[in-house]
């Protein structure tokens, strides 16, 4: 096989031309409202969307920044449009049972109307209430019921009065009460004067006395049952002067709302309880029970309805739509429970935690019922008790408000419990793949419930076609956000940065929240240069600034290369040393360091030891790299005989863990060399991962790797011999920055696209590797060569020194 040739800078960057396209600004593009690149997504949301059965919900999963609030909200807000606005919901006093407000649905901006109605009910019954009570007729009808309890009282009295004289006794009242006394002449006697009396007269006085005593007391006996007859006549009066007073305002308002029975009977009620409690309306008490059981009662009412009883006729609307069009669509950014389910606040009055149902809050599922909810499952999952609230109100299709305490039994304080209202809506969570892919393998309801998995792709096709509706897309989000036009020159220079974002020359980026923030640093970039629309320079400089702010731990790292801290050579050869290449994520900037890689080789039993791996710096993609080299030695080396050396691999100066396996192949050379004692070019850096069969796969990362080595060898100076080694299949991937290029085509940096390992062995080494014979022997002299007799040397020592002898 061949040694590749390296490639040409037209293949380092297949940039955007310009002069594709025919507008000079984007002010001359329409506005893109059609969604590209995201076929799948798309239709998800619509099937989501348009089928009405349970559990339909969306999840929409995707990295952050591929659009996907954005489309779902775009989508159920089209769809909203057309659909009927929802009905209100109202909670109102339950006359019954007081802890449990009644919900009742009038249809939208009835909800409002009917709240104004009874506050005009109030305050219309209150003057009527005032007024009738206060009438002369009332007045007249309260004072002949109270002359006649007085008058019943009073001939009673004046009969026992009136036998009393006939035994010469009268009827006096003493601080200790009523007492019957002997007269004479009209005269109460002393008790001296009664003690002077015969006996006989004495005898009979006291039998009278005692008579008379009897039937008094018989008398004030019957005076509670007299006074309660008066509060009952009095209570009837009240009634029936309630029942005048309200009756045709109820009967207004009832003949109002006679489509909603719901209404009606809830009026119905209230009349019964106005009539009831009359005393509520009045400015002090004019219904005449001054008793102090009822004076106790109606302060301890007062006390509950936080010192305002007329509260329990008022209406709490909880959802309003009577200026909503359409369906609403909500995006709840805080999910936690109460902002789900809704709350029942409290107030403190006179040193306690209150409530009624005028304080119940709605909550999000409310709001978007009848329509449609957006969340994001991250924030929603790290709400206590929240995923478990939501997933309760879609299986029983009821909104039902509970603290979580109540909802857990943890509390048994007597609360309020709202009657559950109907949900009828539909609900997409936003999450990445990885959260999504948890939830349906550890949730065993939440397929039940999200049925639609709508798959934000993070990449589209770069064709001529999408590279125009990436232009419009472009327009479309300089006028959202309010920014300057583009210029055509930096379009080109945007999709050249996309296509950099995803690291495939074929691909376009679909992560609009990056390229929407690219947009607004260049806007600023344009601003601060005087220009009127954004030019190539501006993006330049926004990209720039972007990697400057973000890339010290970078700058520190080289520096500390080139002041020979951290050992790595550009230039001579070395044996069973190479430079690995390697990509550091730090937040949202990565980029690429050399690592040297150096191999041993001893005698031994055939093993590969990966020293990462022994000290547990080395995860399992890494270690398993290092087990696929052993392999690729069998295999082509040790068919009929076994492996005879240890060889040991290590990352030097590494102090963290090493993972993944883009260093499988530099290992491999650098294991290769030292058992064939052949030096390789340090001028040469690789990367690459290898299989079993001696082949060089793709690699992620490769743009940042090719000009982290590159920045290192131009600061020492480019001599020509320098370059990269990649695989062939990462071609498609390169998209590197304009001084790469400007050094390949000067001829000053090199990058070699390598299928398998005998390529790269002889761009490394400059021997060739040799094509085994039919024998399966190396031509003389070739690298594979050198490799087998060292290998066949090493087992015949082995052979030689015995099986005790054996390194271990």
Request: proline share 4%.
């Amino acid at each position: 096989m061949s040694k590749p040739a390296p490639l040409s800078a037209a293949d380092l960057a297949p940039c955007c031309d310009p002069e594709i396209f025919s507008f000079e600004t984007t002010a001359e593009l329409e506005d893109l409202h059609e969604v590209i690149g995201q076929p799948r997504a798309v239709e998800a949301v619509r099937f989501g969307m348009g089928i009405g059965q349970d559990g339909y919900n969306i999840f929409a999963l995707g990295p952050p920044g591929s659009g996907k609030r954005s489309l779902v909200t775009r989508f159920f807000e089209q769809r909203a449009q057309h659909d009927p606005v929802p009905p209100d919901w109202c909670y109102v006093h339950n006359f019954e049972q007081e802890h449990k407000p009644n919900a009742i649905q009038l249809p939208a901006g009835k909800g409002a109307q009917f709240r104004k109605n009874m506050e005009q009910l109030i305050e219309e019954l209150r003057t009527a209430l005032i007024a009738a009570f206060e009438s002369d007729e009332y007045r007249a009808r309260r004072q002949a019921i109270e002359e006649e309890f007085q008058g019943r009282q009073e001939e009673s009295l004046e009969e026992i009065q009136e036998k009393a004289k006939e035994h010469n006794l009268t009827l006096i009242r003493t601080p200790t009460g009523l007492i019957f006394a002997p007269v004479r002449e009209n005269e109460v006697i002393s008790p001296d004067e009664f003690q002077k009396l015969s006996e006989e007269e004495r005898k009979e006085l006291e039998k009278h006395i005692k008579e008379l005593q009897d039937e008094l007391q018989t008398m004030l006996h019957q005076v509670p049952q007299w006074q309660r007859e008066l509060r009952r006549r009095i209570k009837e009066l009240n009634r029936e002067m309630t029942t005048f007073a309200v009756g045709g305002l109820m009967d207004e308002l009832r003949q109002k709302y006679a489509d909603h029975q719901v209404v009606v009977d809830y009026l119905d009620q209230v009349q019964k309880d106005v009539v009831e409690n009359a005393r509520d309306f009045l400015p002090q008490d004019e219904v005449g029970d001054d008793s102090p059981e009822s004076a106790l009662a109606t302060l301890i009412a007062r006390r509950q309805q936080q010192a305002n009883p007329l509260r329990r006729y008022q209406v709490n609307l909880l959802v309003d739509h009577h200026d909503t069009r359409g369906a609403p669509v909500i995006y709840e950014d805080n999910p936690n429970y109460n902002n789900l389910v809704g709350r029942v606040e409290h107030i403190a009055q006179m040193g306690a935690l209150v409530t009624d149902f005028n304080l119940i809050k709605a909550g999000s599922l409310h709001n978007a019922n009848g329509g449609y909810l957006i969340i994001d499952a991250r924030q929603l999952l790290l709400q206590p008790y929240a995923w478990e609230a939501l997933k309760r109100a879609l299986q029983s299709s009821q909104i039902r408000i509970e603290s979580p305490g109540q909802m857990l039994s943890l509390v048994s304080t007597i609360s309020l419990e709202p009657e559950p209202i109907p949900l009828n809506l539909k609900v997409a969570l936003l999450g990445e793949r990885m959260l999504y892919y948890l939830l349906s393998q550890l949730e065993p309801e939440f397929n039940e419930l999200f049925k639609v998995q709508a798959d934000f792709e993070e990449q589209m096709d770069r064709d001529s076609e999408n590279q125009q509706l990436y232009a419009r897309l472009l327009a479309s989000l300089v006028r959202k956000y309010e920014l300057r036009e583009l210029d055509r020159s930096a379009v080109a220079r945007v999709i050249d940065q996309s296509v950099r974002i995803v690291s495939d020359s074929e691909k376009l980026s679909a992560r609009m929240g990056e390229i929407g923030d690219l947009l607004r640093e260049a806007n600023y970039w344009a601003g601060e240069n005087g220009n009127e629309v954004i030019n190539r320079k501006d993006v330049q400089k926004a990209i720039d600034g972007q990697i400057f702010r973000a890339d010290r731990i970078r700058e520190r790292l080289q520096e500390s290369i080139l002041r020979g801290t951290i050992l790595i050579d550009t230039s001579a050869a070395v044996v069973g040393q190479i430079n690995g290449l390697s990509v550091l994520q730090l937040g949202g900037f990565a980029f690429g360091m050399p690592s040297r890689i150096t191999a041993r080789v001893r005698l031994g039993k055939g093993e590969v030891i990966n020293i990462e791996r022994e000290v547990e710096m080395s995860g399992p993609i890494h270690s398993k790299g290092v087990l696929i080299l052993s392999g690729f030695l069998g295999a082509r080396y040790a068919k009929e005989r076994p492996l005879s050396l240890t060889a040991s691999l290590v990352f030097e100066q590494s102090y963290s863990g090493v993972e993944g396996d883009s260093a499988s192949s530099a290992e491999l050379y650098a294991l290769l060399s030292a058992i064939a004692d052949v030096p390789i070019k340090q001028s040469l850096a690789v990367t690459g991962s290898v299989n079993q069969l001696g082949q060089v796969q793709a690699i992620g990362g490769v743009n940042e790797k090719i000009e982290g080595y590159f920045d290192i060898c131009r600061a020492r100076g480019l001599d020509g011999e320098q370059g990269v080694l990649i695989p062939k299949s990462n071609v498609k991937n390169l998209m590197l920055r304009q001084d790469v290029i400007e050094a390949v085509e000067a001829d000053k940096f090199h990058i070699y696209p390598v299928e398998d390992i005998d390529q790269g062995i002889e761009l490394l080494t400059g021997l060739s590797a040799g094509e085994p014979g039919e024998k399966g022997n190396y031509p003389e002299g070739s690298f594979n060569a050198k490799v087998q007799a060292e290998l066949d040397r090493l087992a015949k020592s082995r052979d030689e020194a015995g099986p005790d002898d054996e390194e271990e």
